[in-house]
């Protein structure tokens, strides 16, 4: 590991106060978001056609199950411990979870930015600013939480954010040129 990465960790984890514990832990469950996404999905058929959205809806679907299979691989490959399960950083660190599987590159961070990038990407000028801004905001704060609650190294986000962008943009232009018509 750099040293600039454990720098950085120790710099960005667990810098609230104890009161925002439970925010941050909130913001990483993924199974807390279940209302955005339902709240994404009708705003989509509000401003696209049925089907486009239709499809564009099981395209993410389909590339955030892919991408966690890829992610999954990676870990296995790489074998990256976890903040929290390191010896040497666990007593300096703010630890408010933890689990076995490896850390190299998160998968929270890589999905959230490639449901934002994707949407930017696929709708477009449809779409807006304003929903952007925010998907892009809850896509920082998620990849955020995972550092706070120490199960991540910020490369590891910075890794999947960049990956998340990467394939989000290239399908969101695929999709639009087959949608441009």
Not at 26 to 40: G, P, S
Not at 118 to 141: E, H, I, Y
Request: glycine content about 6%.
């Amino acid at each position: 590991m750099n040293d600039w990465d454990k720098q950085l960790l120790l710099a960005l984890n667990g810098q609230w106060s104890e009161p925002w514990d439970a925010v941050w832990l909130w913001i990483t469950n993924q199974h807390h978001w279940w209302w955005f996404y339902l709240l994404l999905v009708i705003w989509l058929f509000y401003r696209l056609p049925w089907r486009k959205a239709l499809v564009l809806v099981v395209l993410t679907i389909v590339l955030i199950g892919f991408n966690d299979q890829f992610i999954n691989l990676v870990k296995h490959w790489t074998g990256r411990l976890r903040p929290c399960n390191e010896p040497e950083l666990r007593p300096l660190l703010h630890v408010l979870k933890c689990t076995t599987q490896k850390s190299f590159f998160s998968g929270h961070a890589a999905n959230s930015f490639l449901l934002a990038s994707l949407m930017q990407a696929a709708v477009g000028d449809k779409w807006g600013r304003w929903p952007s801004f925010v998907l892009f905001a809850w896509a920082t704060a998620l990849a955020y939480s995972r550092i706070y609650v120490g199960v991540h190294y910020p490369s590891d986000v910075l890794t999947g954010a960049l990956e998340g962008i990467l394939v989000g943009k290239v399908a969101g232009y695929l999709f639009r040129k087959k949608f441009s018509g």
